[in-house]
């Protein structure tokens, strides 16, 4: 499930239960117009222009000569919005990404006119993916559930990946790698 360009106070607002629910790979059941279905466990990827966590930039990345530091704009003080509990709650199922300036990117790699499709979506992650998996040690994660979800959407889409940008040294590369995490984190 992709929420684009949310404001924050809505996911954690009036539907954080639910949205704790889906967060954590449960069924959930919900309504949609007069009757109420459930829907299956799945990913939840949000973005916005709010920062649900606090942030600090490093100085080779800040361009200054000290780190700045980015607040989470849902913790204002004076501006409770949720509850601690909750926050909490929704903080220990989420990851944030803060992009605080424009990455560099070739013309070449901009398609022109062009829709974003699942594909460019694996193909844009895949591999930072795997690098962070590799790089952070097993006692890093709260829980092994967020790396067992991560390594499941990885193995599902390696074959998408491997038909859409590999060549063979590409494709035993990748199925080496998903093969030395599953075992790094015994599963």
Do not use: W
Not at 100 to 109: A, E, F, G, I, V
């Amino acid at each position: 499930m992709v929420f684009h360009d949310i404001n924050i106070a809505t996911m954690i607002g009036a539907d954080v239960e639910r949205i704790k629910s889906l967060a954590r790979s449960e069924t959930t059941v919900v309504k949609i117009h007069s009757s109420t279905t459930t829907v299956s466990p799945m990913f939840v990827f949000y973005t916005s222009n709010e920062r649900l966590f606090k942030h600090v930039i490093p100085v080779g990345y800040s361009g200054k000569n000290f780190p700045i530091s980015c607040p989470s704009q849902v913790e204002i003080a004076g501006r409770k919005r949720v509850s601690d509990e909750n926050l909490e709650a929704v903080k220990a199922r989420f990851l944030e990404l803060y992009v605080h300036k424009t990455p560099l990117q070739s013309k070449q790699d901009l398609e022109q006119s062009g829709t974003f499709s699942r594909n460019h979506f694996i193909h844009g992650t895949f591999d930072k993916a795997l690098h962070l998996l590799e790089k952070y040690p097993v006692k890093a994660f709260h829980s092994l559930h967020l790396p067992a979800y991560v390594l499941s959407g990885l193995t599902k889409n390696a074959a998408t990946m491997e038909s859409v940008m590999c060549d063979q040294g590409c494709q035993s590369d990748h199925k080496n790698r998903l093969d030395n995490i599953k075992i790094k984190f015994g599963l």
